[in-house]
């Protein structure tokens, strides 16, 4: 603690408290590491084990339900994470009712997606499998449900500083879905495929709901609410398009670009997935961190995390990143055979996002303790839209190489503005604390 903490008047977290997010980024990255390498082996047998046919349907089964998971509950669970760990923070804990009243809402939302999905299904006919797209988006909402069941059971045990327990739940749904896909392997049938999968899903959903509603309070005695959240919504909107963003530079390239490209921009894409392999724990840890009494009721100590993080980070992550740029063009080479060598500049390209990833790592956290949630959304939305747009006038000319600066100078401008725009924040009056989560649900 230093003279401007005690100025702001802002709580201090004990040493050992700050010291315990360290072993939770180490325990969730090492069990993230964990879980992605079931889906790894996964991959292998699915890919040896299925016909052509039936391996298509997979690929689109599992990209639309992580990708609804994501998009439609992605605000309430936030939500309810930094509701519940600020709770954690100033010495109390949410009942099983608020728990279950988040589920309530996230499946509200999911049930609304879902309508918009299969509407628009009886639009589109996915020609890489044979199977009903209508059967297939169906299968992938009640896959999403069970996905995002657990995901909500992560953010609680995140919320409660308990990041071993919810890194066993993210490598054990990763284990179900390898023994599913064990299992699959012996029939060809997609339907049965995705039945198994869903079911296997909503097992272990059951579980991760018993494992929070044991531990947690009784009751409080106010019934289950629906409301949503003004802050829930735009969470929402900002999930949506951060999942859009993961998406619309293969869709745009499905959609213009011929097979060889895509498949070039896919493996550059898997290359970037290992590089930004820190982000997800890092990103759970800094959430909770970011919810903390501490950093909620001071826009002192706001800035001086976010200055002390972009410093410390800047330089390392600079020369870790230089030395792969410089290691790709003799590296992946030997992965692919030399099949795909554009894959090597999008790869290098897609770096200078990575960089801007890491360095800013805290801001969207930071946002979300100062309650401006719209700002988010916005900001995302827009960035969305101008690479969306960015990708269709750049791909027909330039292929991989030119999607690929757009949305990695997109991604970087993003990043930058949503920084400048969250330290800004932090001048408003620092003498009085930034608003604090509302805790009720």
């Known amino acids: 603690m230093d003279a401007s903490d005690v100025a702001s008047g802002a709580p201090q977290l004990p040493r050992t408290t700050r010291l315990s997010y360290r072993r939770g980024f180490a325990t969730t990255l090492a069990l993230d590491i964990v879980a992605r390498g079931f889906s790894a082996i996964s991959v292998v047998v699915l890919v040896r084990g299925l016909d052509v046919s039936a391996y298509a349907f997979m690929t689109l089964f599992m990209t639309v339900a992580q990708f609804t998971s994501s998009a439609a509950t992605g605000g309430v669970r936030t939500m309810y994470l930094r509701t519940e760990a600020e709770r954690v923070s100033r010495g109390s804990r949410g009942s099983a009712s608020d728990f279950l009243g988040a589920c309530l809402r996230a499946a509200l939302v999911l049930a609304a997606f879902a309508g918009v999905v299969l509407a628009a299904s009886m639009f589109v006919h996915f020609s890489a499998t044979a199977s009903s797209t209508t059967h297939l988006v169906a299968y992938s909402l009640a896959f999403a449900a069970g996905f995002a069941t657990v995901e909500l059971a992560i953010a609680h045990h995140q919320a409660h500083r308990r990041f071993f327990t919810a890194g066993l739940l993210n490598a054990g749904r990763a284990a179900v879905i390898l023994a599913v896909s064990i299992v699959v392997t012996a029939t060809s049938s997609a339907d049965l495929l995705a039945l198994l999968f869903t079911l296997g899903l909503a097992l272990l959903g059951v579980v991760a709901v018993v494992s929070v509603l044991r531990g947690a309070p009784a009751p409080a005695g106010h019934a289950l609410r629906p409301r949503f959240s003004a802050e829930e919504l735009w969470l929402s909107a900002y999930f949506l398009a951060a999942a859009g963003f993961a998406y619309v530079d293969i869709v745009v390239a499905g959609a213009l670009l011929d097979s060889h490209e895509v498949a070039s921009l896919g493996a550059g894409l898997r290359y970037l997935a290992v590089v930004l392999g820190a982000v997800p724990a890092l990103a759970a840890v800094l959430r909770v961190r970011t919810s903390q009494v501490d950093v909620v009721d001071s826009l002192e100590h706001q800035r001086r995390m976010m200055l002390a993080w972009v410093k410390r980070a800047a330089a390392p992550v600079a020369v870790t990143f230089a030395a792969i740029a410089?290691?790709?063009?003799?590296?992946?080479?030997?992965?692919?055979?030399?099949?795909?060598?554009?894959?090597?500049?999008?790869?290098?390209?897609?770096?200078?996002?990575?960089?801007?990833?890491?360095?800013?790592?805290?801001?969207?956290?930071?946002l979300m303790a100062q309650r401006r949630f719209r700002v988010l959304a916005a900001l995302y939305g827009l960035a969305l839209a101008i690479n969306l747009a960015g990708d269709l006038v750049v791909a027909g000319r330039y292929g991989v190489v030119g999607i690929a600066i757009v949305s990695s100078s997109t991604y970087a401008v993003l990043d930058t503005t949503m920084s400048l725009t969250a330290i800004r924040g932090t001048h408003r009056k620092t003498h009085e604390p930034t608003p604090s989560c509302t805790l009720s649900t």
């Open 326 to 366: 410089l290691l790709a063009p003799v590296v992946i080479p030997h992965i692919d055979h030399g099949r795909y060598p554009a894959s090597v500049q999008v790869l290098q390209i897609f770096l200078v996002m990575a960089f801007t990833a890491y360095v800013t790592a805290p801001m969207a956290s930071m």
